[in-house]
């Protein structure tokens, strides 16, 4: 049994009949179930439990990366195999899950090309797509090997599934993109320097794959993991692998 | 038809250009940990992939596959690599199971342990080199003293 969880973006106009052809095509397929609407306050994790208990064995995710962030960075756990339908802007996720934004996204769905993804643990939740600690004066621990430190300020940021965007300054038009390997979480380091009375200017970014990670500041510093903003001293960031059982596209980039 | 190209100008471009950017997207593959630059590392850096330093390193650096030390960047360690390109500083002794190339901005402090080695002109480079295939106590050139001509091959006209 198919349980769908429509973001609540997904209400807006613009999208009505992107979702209307995918229903109907879902339809089709004969995979078609119960659709629930996710809330701002609304836990995934009790909402899927419940639904599993009720006999559903997909979970499928409509939405964007924001909302893939946000179910999957609660019900990681859950014992269900999960599916993505990207609507809308702002799908990076499913390019790296080689499923395609739209309505072709149902075709991949009814082929269930399942593979296991690895997920990040962060203190005492997981994360999936990307983990950004703002610029901070920071120290990497990495592996208990080796340590990074900067002169002054700098931004990391720990991708799993999310590809990592950078320019090099405001004036670059190219923007840069770094795909992340599976088996591995990504880290990126990009330290700031000063530059004139005020401003700062972001340094190329140092690019480290890892498994486990301690990043630590003499004060708190902003985190922000799928979405969600905390604030920490410090953070113990570890790959879980294999934890999420996942429909996936052909064309993934794993 | 006749004045007609079989292939038009701009998709050779654009095979050109695909072909660049995939050959970019290999080499940008291939680099798996890059130290930036105004990045200091301590401790035993170690990566299974190919090392880009652009920035301090100090402890030591293991890597099977190739090392890569930009100008401007400074290793104080000892260093075990597959290959490696050094055009910065390195302050210990090297260790590189293939081949070591040393750019012309390269300065290298200890001992270098490789099997093959390139040194550009202006390479600066104070330590002790050894390479396997050589032995100290084996002689360089063997000679071999002949008592008659006809030993020697040797044939003389008249």
Redesign the interface.
């Known amino acids: 049994m198919y349980v769908y969880i429509y973001d609540n973006f997904l209400r807006q106009k613009n999208f009505l009949s992107t979702i209307h052809s995918m229903e109907v095509i879902l339809t089709d397929y004969g995979i078609a179930g119960k659709i629930l609407r996710l809330q701002n306050y609304t836990d995934s994790k009790a909402v899927i439990e419940d639904e599993i208990k009720r006999g559903a064995k997909t979970v499928v995710i409509v939405g964007n990366d924001a909302t893939f962030g946000q179910i999957l960075s609660r019900s990681a756990t859950c014992d269900c195999t999960f599916g993505f339908l990207p609507v809308g802007p702002n799908n990076t996720i499913a390019e790296v899950l080689g499923i395609p934004v739209g309505a072709p996204a149902c075709t991949v769905l009814s082929r269930r090309r399942k593979e296991f993804l690895d997920v990040g643990w962060m203190n005492n939740r997981y994360f999936v797509s990307q983990l950004r600690v703002m610029p901070a004066k920071l120290e990497v621990i990495y592996d208990e090997?080796?340590?990074?430190?900067?002169?002054d300020k700098?931004e990391v940021v720990v991708c799993n599934l999310q590809p990592f965007f950078w320019k090099r300054d405001k004036k670059d038009r190219e923007q840069r993109v770094?795909h992340p390997q599976d088996g591995k979480l990504e880290a990126f380091?990009?330290?700031l320097?000063k530059s004139g009375w005020w401003g700062y200017k972001y340094?190329?970014?140092?690019?480290?794959?890892f498994e486990e990670m301690i990043i630590t500041g003499k004060e708190p510093f902003a985190v922000e993991a799928d979405g969600k903003l905390s604030k920490e001293i410090k953070v113990k960031i570890k790959l879980a692998h294999s934890k999420v059982e996942m429909i996936v596209g052909r064309d993934r980039k794993f | 038809m006749i004045f007609q190209r079989s292939v038009p100008k701009n998709v050779e471009e654009t095979n050109e250009l695909e072909a660049s950017e995939r050959s970019h997207q290999h080499v940008?593959d291939e680099?798996?940990?890059?130290?930036?630059?105004?990045?200091?590392?301590?401790?035993?850096?170690?990566?299974e992939?190919n090392i880009v330093v652009?920035?301090t390193v100090s402890?030591s650096v293991f890597t099977s596959k190739h090392l890569t030390v930009e100008m401007g960047a400074k290793i104080i360690a000892n260093v075990r690599a597959g290959s490696a390109t050094i055009a910065g500083e390195v302050k210990g002794n090297m260790k590189i199971k293939e081949a070591l190339e040393l750019v012309s901005t390269s300065r290298v402090v200890g001992d270098i342990d490789v099997k093959n080695l390139k040194v550009e002109s202006g390479a600066l480079l104070y330590g002790k080199i050894t390479m396997p295939g050589i032995e100290v106590g084996e002689k360089s050139v063997k000679t071999k003293t002949f008592r008659k001509a006809e030993d020697a091959g040797v044939q003389f006209a008249g």
Do not use: C, L, Y
């Open positions: 090997r080796f340590k990074v430190t900067a002169a700098m770094v380091i990009r330290p320097t340094e190329e970014p140092s690019i480290f794959p | 940008q680099v798996e940990t890059v130290v930036g630059p105004s990045v200091n590392v301590e401790g035993d850096f170690a990566s992939g652009k920035g402890g």
